[in-house]
């Protein structure tokens, strides 16, 4: 005698319900590695360039330089002598004028730069990374000195790291660069935490990362 199928049977054997799209496991994994690879070619050429300049500021001291000098002078015309007379403040930027003019005979961008204004002369700095430079001109005869220094590659780098005298877009950068590195810290971290049960050894040495910094500031640092 036939009998007429159980509907509880039907249910039984009816698949689970998929998980939304946010709860799957294979959505997640293309995510991270999307923003993870994405990350990495935007962050990874300026890690390079941090982690060895981390290793020329940590040996600075035993790094020798040779720093170069150079020596400069040029005249102001007339015309242009006469706008040094009255500055606007005792921090006032050299004129427009005079700042093409030196930058055409000494090559020494000095605009917008805050001028030390005294009776006898103004006195500009021109700091950069690797070097520095500066200017300075006679308020009654119109004579220009000038000096550069450089102190190297090595130092210019250095220099980058730390954002010493590097400008607006490469304080912006390095905002940047930081923000991609840390999406590129985090969503690594998140891989590891989704790959971690096969690879025992993930957790201790996430830990190790985490433990020996700490111990150098406890114990070595004082």
């Known amino acids: 005698m036939n009998q007429s199928p159980n509907p509880s049977s039907f249910a039984a054997r009816r698949k689970p319900a998929s998980k939304p799209w946010y709860r799957s496991r294979g959505w997640w994994l293309k995510q991270l590695h999307g923003w993870h690879w994405m ?10 360039l941090f982690a060895a300049t981390g290793i020329t500021l940590n ?7 040779s720093p170069t000098t150079q020596a400069l ?4 015309p007339a015309p242009l002598l006469a706008q040094l007379a009255k500055p ?13 003019e030196l930058e055409g005979k000494l090559g020494l961008d000095a ?4 001028g030390e204004w005294s009776d006898d002369e103004v006195y500009v700095a021109l700091p950069r990374p690797g070097g520095d430079a ?5 308020r009654a005869s119109g004579a220009v000195s000038a000096e550069i220094t450089d102190r190297g590659w090595i130092s210019f780098a250095n220099d980058l790291h730390k954002g010493r005298n590097s400008g607006m877009a490469w304080s912006w950068f390095i905002d940047i660069f930081a923000g991609a590195c840390i999406l590129f810290t985090l969503t690594g971290l998140f891989l590891l935490y989704m790959h971690a049960k096969p690879r025992p050894l993930t957790w201790p040495l996430v830990g190790l990362g985490l433990v020996i910094p700490l111990l150098l500031v406890l114990f070595f640092l004082h």
């Open 134 to 138: 500066w200017i300075s001109i006679d």
């Open 111 to 114: 605009s917008g730069k805050p």
């Open 73 to 76: 002078s040029a005249q102001l």
């Open 39 to 48: 990350s990495a070619a935007l962050s990874l050429i300026g890690m390079l």
């Open 59 to 65: 040996h600075a001291s035993t790094i020798a330089a």
């Open 88 to 100: 606007q403040s005792e921090a006032a930027p050299l004129p427009a004028p005079i700042v093409r």
